[in-house]
């Protein structure tokens, strides 16, 4: 039976800790949304990796077992969380350089300033752990929470091969006997080295963010181009239908010579009938009444209780672009969520005064909302996705015009409200 120490005591309290550490540096890295286990799921893996670490270490004693073992672990505990097999890869890499470059860090710096001594395994049990720990946070800081990013394989291979290498090397310096000031100079460079990789990381990300999002954005922006032209198209057969339609009317009028007041009564209704319906959106902007009356009518069709009212001239200043992604994004979300809904509701104000445009969307929605920055889920189980994917596409453009977006969801409604200045 194995007679645990003071020492042996003190590293299970400290892995305990590194467990935190860990944990947190996986939910900045892949974010809680994207956990596919349960949390009890989660918390066996956190609580298996604790026991198999800490079993390898006090009862094998073997330090390239426990190197191996660790760097099996870190790919087992990314499994709870819905990602590609690269990024697993890399998270397991990128959170085992840092273990490692931290218990590299304290154990040749208190060596070179107190000597070989005992003391120095307990003392990197815990500050290495808390080095990780602080690091993690300062992740947190500048990561936030990640996004899946689909990079091209020999980019995921490229960004892991540099916590390996580093991994690798302070390895190579702790066990190669060389001067402890050697020691502590390299892995702090390789710390630095690696500080400066992951800025690269993220500046990589958001590129690739930007990127994709451009290239929704264009499509997104063609096919609401191609919907506009059909929509142009059939309104401008209907205005011809009722020009001549009326014509008609006058000529049927006239026809009956005054002695028939039944017909008369009934041309005066089919002049009213022909009449614009109110319903739809008339400002003079093929492009805003367009997009507006074609997604309108889709709210219509599933029986939603709308409600608008908007008053802008027919040239407001914002790129057609623009317009289609703001209105396109608003309503598309507006009509995702009420499509879950029986007897839902929508309203949409868009006013211009004086250089600033108001416009405001407000729809129910059936279930929670969570937010994940400017992403927002539903968790009822029939809503096919996020309610609000798109917003951030929308904020850049609001944003562009020096406007503000607020978004705010309280007694089962969505409401986004938009001020841009022009």
């Known amino acids: 039976m194995l007679s645990l120490g003071y020492s042996e005591i003190i590293y299970l309290v400290s892995n305990v800790f590194r467990i935190f550490a860990i944990n947190l540096f996986l939910e900045v890295f892949f974010s809680k949304v994207n956990l ?38 870190f790919v087992i505990l990314t499994l709870p969380y819905r990602s590609s097999i690269w990024r697993r890869v890399f998270a397991a890499s990128s959170i085992f350089m840092i273990g490692v470059i931290c218990e590299g860090i304290v154990a040749r710096t208190a060596i070179l300033l107190f000597g070989p001594s005992p003391r120095i395994e307990i003392i990197t049990y815990v500050l290495s752990n808390f080095l990780l720990y602080l690091i993690v946070l300062v992740m947190r800081r500048f990561l936030g ?19 390996c290498i580093s991994s690798v090397a302070d390895i190579a310096l702790i066990v190669g006997g060389y001067a402890q000031w050697i020691n502590v100079t390299v892995i702090s460079c390789l710390f630095l080295i690696n500080i400066a990789f ?34 142009g198209a059939a309104e401008d057969n209907i ?12 000529a049927l009028k006239e026809m009956s010579n005054g002695n028939d007041k039944n017909f008369k009564d009934y041309v005066r209704v089919l002049e009213e009938k022909i009449v614009q319906d109110p319903k739809y959106v008339m400002t003079g902007n093929k492009i805003l009444d ?3 009356n074609y997604k309108v009518q889709i709210l219509y069709d599933l029986g939603v209780d709308v409600d608008i009212n908007i008053n802008i001239p027919d040239n407001i200043g914002i790129q057609d672009f623009d317009i289609v992604v703001i209105l396109g994004n608003l309503l598309d979300n507006a009509i995702r969520a009420l499509q879950q809904q029986d007897n839902g ?6 006013f211009y005064d004086r250089g600033m445009i108001t416009l405001q969307t407000r729809n129910s929605f059936m279930g929670e909302i969570r937010r994940k920055g400017n992403t927002f ?46």
């Open 377 to 422: 889920f539903t968790t009822k189980k029939e809503a096919d996705g996020p309610h609000g994917l798109g917003l951030s596409n929308v904020k850049r453009i609001v944003e562009k015009y020096n406007g503000d977006l607020v978004i705010t969801t309280e007694k089962n409604f969505f409401a986004v409200e938009i001020v841009m200045y022009i």
């Open 36 to 73: 596919r286990w349960s949390k009890t799921s989660q918390r066996g893996v956190l609580f298996a990796y604790f026991i198999i670490n800490s079993g390898v270490y006090l009862f094998a004693g073997n330090p390239l077992l426990t190197v191996v073992t660790n760097a099996i672990l």
């Open 290 to 292: 367009g997009i507006i």
């Open 198 to 231: 992951f800025y690269l990381y993220v500046q990589l990300v958001e590129k690739y963010e930007v990127e994709m999002q451009n290239q929704f954005l264009a499509q997104q922006n063609k096919a609401y181009h191609q919907q506009i032209q059909v929509i």
């Open 345 to 350: 509701s929508f309203s949409i104000k868009f």
């Open 145 to 163: 929470d990640s996004e899946e990013i689909v990079l091209p394989q020999i980019h995921w291979l490229c960004i892991t091969i540099i916590p």
């Open 239 to 250: 205005k011809r239908l009722q020009h001549d339609y009326k014509n008609h009317l006058i």
